[in-house]
């Protein structure tokens, strides 16, 4: 072998050695990553079943916290200072965690839904935590602000028999943590304007009065439409998306609707920075730094069941039920709720409705005038007043003030109505003395007999029409002309002279001049008792029957009665403006009249009711002011009937009347001394229509935050079964932004009746949401002076709110620094039942703070305004608007559950990490196998409805 052959073998020989060598090491390399990838997926496999036995545990503690109707949930920031700072900001006094959510069976026990120890409490932290802990919402989801930031404590898993170890060595090889948030505290971007969809009953809507030269699409439609805009939330303004549909194709609710979860819509919401990918975007506007700043503010997921906070299970729908006869709704309320569905026919146009009389003798509520003042005035004619024969006649006048003291229109029907007086004294003496009042009389006459009864008939108000303006007072004199046998005269409108009624005529013999004498009713001698009734009557049914005082009559001095008018004397009264009970308890129609009521109604010889039948209409009073004055001016509403169907509780708090000082508070108003305010807790209304209408099952209905849960075919009368309320809101939130979204839930711009009467870019709230449209709204351009008359009528006559985007975020923020001052004034003190709520006056509080706030343009009530009018902005005000939406707790819930894996030899040396999340959501379905012993013992089940896997930067 030549040198050459045998260096090349070495050379060969070496290099097939270190290839060997290079492929054994490669071996043991690829032998070692197996290895350790099977040992780090084995932790990891470790690290996700921890997180998963703690997300099992948390749904565990949620359903065995928040399962009972009677649980309630908050947030550990209502225990912070009362103050009105949002919690984005720094705060002096906010707890350490405010996002940990605390549950309470109203035992005054509270459990913070976080990790809990192994003895089964977990504290509320106000330092470090004793133990490990971790971050389960961190800048993946919230951003780089750390106040928005939740950390938990960790518990350590432990076990025996690890591998390395002695089997009676307990090793830690893991920890775990979870965090349940509650999305019922923050608004939703859910909530939009599905009322164009509505076909229930007569909402359909029609266009009044077309004009050729406008177009179609400009529309006002005047219908029903228009009105539950200004009843229900319907457009919430949340400043960082557009929440209409006026976004891309599908529409942003369309799309809001097809998110199966929470962190779906935060990873699927779109990308601005791709012109491609902008016709994906779920919500004009929304970016990613939205979405983190926010977190705390608003979701697109939180669904709630209509359940008894206070006393457990489904609330009754008023819609569609009733209570059990001798309740208090069924006595004070059932008839002011039922009261549209008589009416439906009679819809025409949004601003311009008016009722029919009520039917006479059916036992219902219905409508009426009040007869406010009334006046019946007797006239002497003798035909000589010389010594000789001479012929005595006695005729009549009458005058009725009318007063619709409703905020609808009333419209008569063909027919007349008749105003009857009965228990007239049918006796007339007349005497004459020698002219001093205390004078005995030398001549009598005792033949004037007159009748027990007259009647008239009011053949229309005004302008030959029988329609009586929301709040119009009309005076009504009369006869027109003589009436045939003095048995029916006509009232007409107006105060001129008019030919007077003849009731009696006869021939007596004067045995010498008149020149003085005395007009006496009844008896003979001293003043007599009159016991009369007014009766305002239907085709001779009684509608309406006044029963006064009896009226008292002295001797009345007639001097040189051929020098002045013939005598006169009659029986009157009016109602005293300053006695009259404008109140909720007020009846207009079964009053006492009595003289601390009535004024006028004892007559004496200088009394302008015997010398004067018509009516004062001085400035100073009133009452008694014509239809002949502006509008603006005779219109004094005070009673509410509605023209549709109510859409929550909160809206009975003006079905009665309109004051409260002094007298028993209204529901819906602070510190109600009876129950009426458990009403949000007991009922609803679903707004299901109940009988046959255009409307199908699966029709959006005029609550349209009212949505059916799947499966379910038909409504029943216990609609709380099949209902979801989409949007349901925590009265616990302590979020600025999500109060300030609600407030904002009816913009003046939404409303094609208000947008042209408020200003622009205000929000409409309402005291008579269902028919305030009758009625002035504008403040006056001189303010009265305080309890001045001018005062009284006009808080009497606005009803209307547009509040300024300013003055609504104090408004939230003060109802913020209320809620964190009552939850926390008594430590661990959450409201246990929307009666609470109401009562508590947090709302009244606020305000009421924002009516002293040093900004004056703030402030809501003017100083004139009368306290419990309609023109008083207060907490009922608010609930008339979004009480349908409320509840003291949540049924939807976030859950984020934290696992890890561990060296057991050295447990700070953490091998894998996993973290996991969930959305939550209570249901109507019973819990368990065992009958409840009580509603307050009901328990419904969780289910999760989205689940996934996040990874370290998501958090």
């Known amino acids: 072998m030549t040198r050459e052959r045998r260096g090349f073998a070495i050379v060969l020989v070496a290099a097939l050695a270190g290839l060997i060598f290079l492929l054994g090491a490669s ?7 197996q290895t350790a990838a099977a040992s780090y997926d084995q932790r990891v496999r470790l690290a996700r079943e921890h997180a998963r036995a703690a997300l099992d545990i948390a749904i565990a503690e949620l359903q065995e916290e928040m399962g009972k109707d009677i649980a309630v949930s908050f947030t550990a920031d209502t225990l912070s200072a009362a103050e009105p700072e949002d919690f984005k900001a720094e705060r002096i006094g906010a707890a350490r965690e405010p996002f940990w959510t605390g549950a309470s069976q109203g035992s005054g026990n509270v459990n ?7 003895d089964g409490t977990t504290a509320l932290p106000t330092g470090a935590f004793s133990g490990g802990e971790v971050e389960l919402l961190g800048e993946g989801t919230v951003g780089d602000n750390p106040l928005l930031k939740v950390k938990v404590p960790t518990e350590s898993i432990a076990m025996k028999g690890v591998d390395g170890f002695a089997d009676d060595s307990a090793r830690t090889i893991g920890n775990y943590g979870y965090w349940i948030g509650d999305l019922g505290v923050k608004a939703s971007y859910a909530w939009y304007d ?10 359909i809507g029609v266009i009044i009065d077309p004009d050729p030269d406008v177009p179609d699409d400009e529309y006002i439609l005047k219908d029903q439409r228009d009105r539950l805009r200004q009843m229900t939330i319907s457009k919430p303004e949340i400043e960082t998306v557009d929440t209409n549909d006026e976004s891309t194709t599908p529409t942003n609710p369309v799309r809001i609707e097809s998110l199966v979860s929470d962190f779906q819509f935060r990873s699927d919401f779109g990308d601005t920075s791709s012109d491609d990918l902008q016709d994906d975007r779920y919500l004009i506007d929304l970016e990613q730094a939205n979405v983190e700043d926010f977190f705390h503010d608003f979701t697109p997921l939180s669904k709630g069941l209509m359940v008894d906070s206070e006393n457990g299970g ?3 729908d008023l819609s569609l039920a009733e209570p059990p006869s001798g309740s208090v709704y069924n006595q004070a309320y059932k008839a002011y709720s039922n ?23 059916v036992e219902s509520l219905g409508v009426l005038p009040a007869i406010t003042q009334f006046n019946l005035n007797y006239a002497i004619y003798f035909s000589s007043i010389e010594a000789g024969p001479s012929d005595i006649s006695v005729s009549v006048e009458a005058s009725v003030e009318l007063w619709n003291p409703y905020v609808n229109a009333i419209e008569f029907s063909d027919g007349n109505l008749d105003v009857l007086i009965e228990g007239l004294p049918t006796s007339l003496s007349v005497w004459l003395n020698d002219g001093t009042p205390e004078g005995a009389p030398n001549l009598i006459l005792n033949s004037v007999d007159l009748p027990s009864a007259l009647s008239f008939s009011i053949d229309s108000i005004s302008d030959a029409s029988k329609r009586m303006r929301a709040g119009e007072i009309t005076l009504l004199s009369g006869p027109l002309e003589d009436g045939s046998g003095g048995v029916l005269y006509e009232l007409a409108s107006g105060t001129v002279d008019l030919t007077r009624a003849v009731v009696h005529t006869s021939s007596i013999t004067l045995p010498e001049a008149l020149s003085h004498f005395y007009v006496k009713v009844g008896l003979v001698g001293e003043a007599s008792d009159v016991d009369l009734s007014v009766k305002l009557r239907d085709e001779g049914s009684d509608l309406l029957v006044y029963s006064p005082t009896k009226f008292v009559l002295s001797k009345t001095l007639f001097e040189n009665p051929a020098v002045v008018t013939p005598p006169r004397f009659g029986f009157s009264w009016e109602f005293d403006d300053l006695a009259f009970p404008l109140g909720e308890t007020t009846q207009l129609f079964d009053l006492s009249l009595d003289a601390a009521i009535l004024k006028g109604w004892e007559a004496d010889a200088a009394a302008d009711v015997n010398i004067n039948p018509v009516f004062s209409t001085a400035a100073d009073v009133l009452f008694g002011e014509t239809s002949t004055l502006e509008a603006s001016k005779s219109d004094f509403p005070l009673l509410k009937l509605p023209k549709q169907a109510l859409t929550n509780v909160g809206q009975l708090s003006v079905a009665t009347g309109v004051r409260r000082d002094a007298l028993a ?6 510190f109600a001394s009876s129950d009426q305010n458990s009403f949000f807790d007991q009922y609803f209304f679903s707004s299901i229509p109940p009988g046959t209408t255009a409307w199908d099952f699966g029709d959006s209905l005029p609550n349209t935050n009212y949505r059916p849960r799947s499966g379910v075919a038909s409504y029943t009368a216990d609609s709380a079964q099949d209902l979801w309320v989409h949007g349901m809101f925590n009265v616990h939130s302590t979020s600025t932004d999500a109060w300030e979204a609600i407030l904002k839930g009816s913009p003046v711009s939404q409303h094609p009746y208000w947008k042209d009467i408020l200003p622009d870019g205000t929000f409409l709230f309402m005291n008579h949401p269902l028919g305030g449209e009758d009625m002035n709204v504008l403040d006056p351009g001189t303010a009265p002076t305080i309890e001045s008359l001018e005062a009284i009528r006009l808080s009497l006559k606005k009803n209307a709110f547009s509040l300024t985007e300013a003055q609504v975020e104090e408004l939230a923020k003060l109802i913020v620094k209320e809620i964190r001052g009552y939850v926390g004034a008594s430590p661990n003190n959450p409201f246990d039942s929307l009666e609470e709520f109401v ?52 049924d939807t819930f976030l859950v984020r559950a934290y696992g890890d894996a561990v060296d057991p030899a050295d447990p700070t040396n953490v091998w894998a990490k996993a973290y996991c999340e969930a959305i939550v959501q209570r249901t109507h379905e019973e819990y368990g196998d065992d009958v409840p012993a009580s509603t307050a013992d009901i328990d419904r089940k969780f289910e999760v409805v989205a689940f996934r896997w996040l990874s370290p930067s998501e958090i």
């Open 27 to 33: 071996l043991v390399v690829v032998t070692r990553l």
């Open 112 to 118: 913070w839904l976080v990790t809990r120890k192994l």
């Open 194 to 203: 599905q009322l164009d969809e509505v076909a229930h009953d007569n909402y």
């Open 314 to 316: 489904l609330k009754l």
């Open 339 to 361: 009261f549209h569905t008589a009416n439906l026919a009679s819809y025409d146009q949004f601003d311009d409705f008016t009722y029919s009389l009520r039917t006479a003798g």
């Open 665 to 670: 508070p209204l529901i819906g108003e602070a």
């Open 839 to 890: 009562d508590s006056g947090v709302l009244q509080d606020a305000i009421e703070a924002l009516d002293s706030h040093e900004e004056t343009t703030l402030r809501i009530n003017p100083s004139w305004v009368i306290p419990g009018t309609p023109a008083e902005f207060r907490q009922s005000t608010i609930l008339n608007l979004i009480s349908g939406i409320l509840s003291v707790r949540s």
